[in-house]
């Protein structure tokens, strides 16, 4: 059974910073290559891909918009993903969501269809 949670999230003011946990169980009994991937979805917008990070090695990938201000990690021995959020402004307000696949991230990271496991959402307000 697999289960990501994630958690972290909050309010914070505008050029602040927040770092989102997502804690993962049953997942790396199933495969020994996988990508790891964080998202997002604000009110009335559809779900977007901020960055993803293959475990093999850990190549990170990063959309345009968070590039520069996000940062995605792993701690592979407390199976947990991190997203390290700076420099956040009104427009990072949104539902964020840890997501899991099994495989590579490569040229795939940021669809949302490709991954098999989410998390239920940690909210992040700026304002």
């Known amino acids: 059974h697999v289960q990501l949670v994630e958690s972290g999230g909050g309010s914070v003011q505008p050029g602040g910073s927040l770092r989102l946990s997502c804690a993962g169980s049953?997942?790396?009994?199933?495969?020994?290559?996988?990508?790891l991937g964080w998202f997002r979805q604000a009110p009335g917008k559809g779900r977007e891909g901020l960055a993803g990070?293959?475990?093999?090695?850990?190549?990170?990938y990063y959309a345009d918009s968070v590039k520069g201000r996000f940062t995605i990690s792993q701690d592979n021995a407390k199976n947990t993903l991190y997203l390290q959020m700076n420099s956040l402004n009104p427009e990072d307000t949104a539902l964020y969501y840890c997501?899991?696949?099994?495989?590579?991230?490569?040229?795939?990271?940021?669809?949302?269809?490709?991954?098999?496991?989410w998390g239920q959402g940690t909210q992040v307000t700026v304002s």
């Open positions: 997501a899991a696949k099994g495989g590579t991230c490569r040229d795939i990271w940021y669809e949302m269809g490709r991954y098999l496991f």
């Open positions: 049953g997942f790396t009994f199933r495969y020994s290559d996988y990508c």
């Open positions: 990070i293959f475990n093999r090695g850990g190549t990170t």
